[in-house]
């Protein structure tokens, strides 16, 4: 079994903090998080309506999400330097002020605009939640409050779709985003009250603005260039060309700017840990699989299989439900297995999943589709939840903030990777009707060859796990 020291007299927790209210905040804070990845999908087309600039819509999301990305790394290291509280409070204002915003929007510019905002804000909140988490509650403890969180996105999964529906139908799209104000304000208050950190002991190390500049400015022409490619410009274009050779220059100085200072926004020595290095590159992969799934599984069920959208959401909450449902199982079994062991076992079940959906073909039912989504998405709550924490665990209160960011951050570029990677397996495989939509048996070859590259993304995560090192027995000290 594989336990770990306390939380209690590590530099930055203070003593006094009220643990479940803490936990309470930090749940209502994922919930804006949670809510905001699925409730503006159902509310789209209105808002297209009301706003104009139906061309515009996809930015909404790849906005947020870039935005969300790039921030997630900076976060994680100035939490190191500055405090958690700091930044998760933060993050949460800049939430709030983008829903605000957002609701006041008066064209679809604006609306962009503000959700740039909120994805910043969101950039801080989940990976705070995480560390916080980490340093408030025993290892032993976080295997109930990891159940807690997961909870947060089981039920977000289910209410999010539904209150866009009702607010966009009912009443007004602006409500979407009015109702994170009251979250907004009640998670920063419980915070602010309950979560008390220690002043450091020791002088504050220095920050690499230089090294944020360039990390954040490489990222975003890298990530853009991938949502981007193969739909707002052709792969071969100039601009696409342009972008990413703007990348590559920016993040090549980042990288040499990184080896000259003591202090780096991004220690990418971190990632020769073992531990850190295995774990992170699972959640790249984890990053690929879930976007492919989720962005072909609807179009699979819809355009293949026949179904209506409501059917074809269904397959895919199968994902998102076998999820949030093993994670909160996983901490019984890491701390009866380790987290080596656990994360293999939800790697094989990945594996087992991703083969069950070459097997679906045209003539399949939508019960089978949401059966290997299930399968996929318990393995998924058996090695994202653990591995991280592995990693965690292994870290110093002064790091864990940046190790944290880290592996956050590899899945976000893991998914814009499966949005490149998939979109052009697909557009270079299927035929478009005048209307828009996808016909022929092309889409049905180009869909299963998404499915055969999950599976090689599944093969790829369990090698990644399996280079995770053996857990070895630390003393444990109850709180």
């Known amino acids: 079994m594989t336990t770990t020291a306390p939380p209690t007299g590590r530099p930055g927790v203070g003593l006094r903090s009220e643990r479940g209210p ?17 409730i503006i999908a159902t509310a789209a087309s209105v808002i297209a309506r009301d706003l104009g600039h139906f061309e515009q819509l ?15 790394p900076i976060y994680g290291r100035l939490a190191d330097v500055l405090g958690r509280k700091r930044m998760m409070l933060a993050g949460i204002a800049l939430f709030l002020v983008g829903s605000v915003l957002c609701g006041l929007a008066w064209s679809m510019p604006a609306l962009i605009v503000a959700r740039v905002i909120q994805g910043l804000g969101a ?32 039920v977000s ?41 220690q002043p450091r002991e020791t002088a504050r190390e220095p920050i690499d603005y230089l090294g944020a500049a360039l990390l954040t400015g490489g990222s975003t022409l890298l990530i853009l260039g991938l949502l981007e490619g193969g739909t707002a410009w052709a792969w071969t274009s100039g601009t696409s060309v342009a972008i990413f050779a703007g990348a590559v220059a920016l993040l090549a ?44 599984v609807p179009v699979y069920a819809q355009n293949v299989l026949g179904t209506g959208p409501l059917v074809a959401g269904f397959a895919l909450a199968a994902l998102t439900l076998g999820w949030p449902l093993t994670a909160s199982l996983a901490g019984r079994v890491y701390l009866r297995t ?31 589709v949401a059966a290997a989504c299930f399968v996929i998405g318990a393995g998924m709550g058996l090695t994202a939840v653990p591995t991280l924490i592995a990693a965690q665990t292994s870290a110093g209160w002064h790091e864990r903030g940046a ?21 052009a397996v697909v557009n270079a495989n299927t035929v478009i009707a005048a209307d828009g939509t996808p016909q022929g048996t092309g889409l049905t070859h180009a869909i299963h060859l998404v499915f055969w590259g999950v599976l090689a993304c599944a093969a790829a995560l369990f090698v990644a796990v399996t280079f995770m090192p053996r857990d070895r027995p630390v003393r444990t000290v109850t709180a």
Do not use: C, K
């Open 22 to 38: 803490i936990l309470g905040s930090l749940m209502l804070a994922t919930s804006l998080v949670a809510l905001d990845a699925t």
């Open 58 to 72: 996809p930015w909404l999301f790849s906005t947020y999400l870039l935005a969300q990305a790039v921030s997630v």
């Open 123 to 154: 950039g801080a909140v989940l990976p705070m939640s995480m560390t916080i988490t980490s340093d408030v509650y025993t290892l032993e403890e976080r295997a109930r409050t990891q159940g807690y969180l997961a909870s947060v996105w089981a």
């Open 157 to 197: 999964s289910v209410v999010g779709p539904t209150l866009g529906g009702v607010f966009s139908e009912f009443v007004s799209w602006r409500w979407i985003f009015w109702i994170n104000i009251p979250l907004s304000l009640l998670a920063a208050g419980m915070l602010w009250r309950s979560f008390r950190e």
């Open 253 to 296: 100085a980042f990288t040499v700017s990184a080896g000259r200072v003591s202090h780096p926004i991004f220690d990418l020595r971190l990632l020769r840990r073992r531990v850190i290095g295995a774990s992170t590159a699972g959640s790249l992969v984890i990053g690929v699989v879930v976007m492919g799934l989720s962005t072909y």
């Open 338 to 368: 380790g987290f080596r062991l656990t994360g293999l076992m939800g790697s094989t079940l990945v594996l087992t999943g991703a083969a069950l959906t070459l097997l679906l073909g045209s003539g399949s039912e939508v019960w089978q």
């Open 403 to 423: 190790v944290t960011g880290t592996n956050m951050f590899a899945r976000s570029l893991g998914s814009a990777v499966g949005v490149a990677v998939f979109g």
